[in-house]
């Protein structure tokens, strides 16, 4: 089975901050990768598809890249509504599986 | 409005059983792919079935197969999740979720609020 693995697990940051979230394969699953926000209590988000592609109605300062075994999410200035938990998950394969999540916390 | 709500979730013991159901509306359930995600309490997702739009291919993550069984029934736009022999470790909140086919990639694009499943004596 493929095993995703998020750096940080945890971070700490302030609202404009820039904040860059890495998600790792354990191998290459192309672009076959999306991110979820979930917030305490709510089901996940769907915030980017295709690795790379912003789901409709998901603000702009969400962006994603990557391809092969390593991806990034990044934020372009953190807002207060965008503290939550993040995960990556893979769907290249059946298992789809999911990263560990990644929580963003206000400094 | 697309929506999907989950239900069937409670306390059981362990070695019981439990059947969730998730009934879709505003979309046209019988043309999309679905699952269930669970999220142990303070834990992260797990993936744990899927099952076709025609409900003929079906796949288990390995901590639950052959103990869970996914099922749909288009006529009434339902998903369903029979579980045995539960064990504490499957104390969680289930989530069905629609993969949305978006040409050449899959994505989760819509989510149930959950119910919560609790195994404990």
């Known amino acids: 089975d493929i095993q995703l693995t998020q750096s940080p697990s945890f971070l700490s940051a302030s609202v404009g901050d820039r904040v860059t979230i890495t998600c790792r394969a354990s191998?290459?699953?192309?672009?076959?990768l999306a991110w979820y926000q979930q917030k305490p209590g709510k089901a996940p988000k769907l915030l980017i598809y295709a690795a790379s592609t912003l789901q409709s109605g998901v603000p702009s300062r969400f962006s994603g890249s990557g391809s092969g075994t390593e991806f990034t999410l990044t934020i372009s200035s953190l807002q207060p509504e965008d503290f939550a938990t993040y995960y990556c998950q893979q769907l290249n394969s059946y298992s789809f599986t999911f990263g560990p999540g990644t929580k963003v916390d206000i400094k | 409005e697309v929506q999907l709500v989950e239900s069937g979730g409670g306390l059981v013991q362990p070695g019981g059983s439990l059947r969730l159901s998730c009934a879709a509306s505003?979309?046209?359930?019988?043309?999309?792919?679905m699952n269930w995600v669970r999220q142990a309490p303070g834990k992260g997702l797990e993936w744990v079935s899927y099952i076709s739009s025609s409900g003929s291919t079906i796949y288990y993550a390995d901590s639950v197969k052959g103990r869970f069984t996914i099922s749909r029934d288009n006529a009434k736009n339902s998903l369903y999740l029979q579980m045995n022999s539960l064990r504490a470790e499957d104390t969680a909140v289930y989530y069905c979720a629609r993969t949305h086919d978006y040409g050449d990639h899959d994505a989760f694009d819509i989510w149930g609020q959950g119910t919560m499943v609790t195994v404990s004596s």
């Open positions: 505003g979309f046209t359930f019988s043309s999309y792919e």
């Open positions: 191998q290459g699953i192309s672009s076959y």
